[in-house]
């Protein structure tokens, strides 16, 4: 009887963990990680950010969700950019404007990134918001903002991330 | 022994299935169930660039008069979406804002005020006024590849006191559209 127990528990075990998809070893904190692709490839000469838009859902006070902002460099001698939260000039259907405080829930890994000529720069951008605040808007938005901030003359181009998010 | 064993088979089954999801199916819902479902946020971004470029950096509208409305041509300038989405522009100013000079109030035809305006190829001139530290609406749901001339007109103030040179930068801001 021994023995066959013996057999048994293993194969249990095993059953166990197939059922569950062995997710016995689920991290403390989730944090999602970039997996952006894209069809075919964006120009070199040109400057550009991807991705255009990031959709955080189930979000709550006290979660954090980060994903990596490319930024590239089009020009042909070294640009400083400049990556900032910004409000949105507008908000998709159903969403709002984002909380006041929303601009010190944004962390941006490094905010004035130079660029080398046609260079192509990955930088995290974290949503962490404190546990214990309130959010009353269940949907809402913000940009993340890159300018070329050595860009001369007198018209000038700023290039935007969007970014929604719903709150469980 | 083989009572010790019975014992520990089942403690240990028990411990693996409070730990996984499959608990709550089962009817365990503790608290190794409850902190699961706080690992549901989920984060998805929609592929795709955004790039925009316009055929000139600067223009120079030269010595004004006062009292004048000073303008390019209604396709003076061209903006080309170059991402791989659909994108709305907004455009706005910073005022006039030039270093060593005593700078024009930045609003409707004054005394040292004055202001820029922008209207789209098809449209006509005064158009819209470019807000100084906000922005409006330039041109909704531009297609990848597409492009859209405009032109710009300067509300030259009615009276000048000085003759300083005067720079005001205008900013084209692209963001995916609504749809794309």
């Known amino acids: ?168 | 022994m083989r009572k010790g064993f019975k014992w520990l088979l089942g403690i240990a089954l028990v411990a693996i299935l409070m730990l996984s999801p499959v608990a709550g199916l089962l009817g365990f819902s503790g608290m190794a169930f409850a902190a699961a479902t706080t690992q549901n946020v989920t984060i998805n971004a929609t592929p795709g660039w955004v790039s925009i470029s316009n055929n000139l950096t600067t223009f120079d509208f030269g010595t004004v008069l006062a009292d004048t409305d000073e303008n390019t041509t209604l396709n003076g300038f061209n903006v080309t979406n170059e991402g791989s989405v659909a994108c709305n522009i907004t455009i706005g100013c910073n005022g006039w804002a030039k270093d060593g000079s005593t700078n024009w109030t930045y609003g409707a035809a004054g005394s040292n005020t004055g202001q820029l305006s922008f209207a789209l190829s098809a449209g006509s001139f005064p158009g819209t006024t470019i807000p100084s530290g906000s922005t409006v609406s330039f041109k909704t749901d531009l297609d990848n590849g597409a492009s859209q001339q405009w032109g710009v007109q300067l509300d030259a103030p009615n009276a000048f006191t000085h003759g300083d040179a005067q720079q005001d930068t205008i900013t084209l801001t692209a963001a995916m559209n609504a749809t794309g």
């Open chain 1, 1 to 168: 009887m021994e023995r066959k127990l013996k057999l048994i528990t293993p194969l249990l075990i095993i059953g166990v963990l197939l059922l569950t998809g062995c997710s016995l070893f689920i991290p403390a904190d989730n944090i999602p990680t970039s997996n952006t692709t894209t069809d075919g490839q964006p120009p070199v000469d040109r400057t550009w950010i991807s991705p255009a838009k990031v959709q955080i859902g189930n979000f709550y006070p006290g979660a954090r969700a980060e994903w990596e902002l490319s930024v590239h460099n089009g020009n042909d001698a070294t640009a400083e950019f400049a990556v900032v939260y910004r409000e949105p000039d507008y908000v998709a259907e159903g969403y709002a404007e984002p909380p006041i405080e929303a601009d010190s829930w944004v962390v941006i890994a490094d905010s004035s990134p130079v660029l080398m000529p046609y260079e192509t720069r990955e930088i995290l951008v974290a949503l962490d918001i404190p546990a214990n605040v309130v959010i009353t808007a269940d949907k809402w938005e913000f940009w993340i903002s890159v300018k070329d901030i050595t860009q001369g003359g007198t018209i000038q181009t700023e290039l935007c991330s969007r970014w929604l998010v719903v709150m469980q």
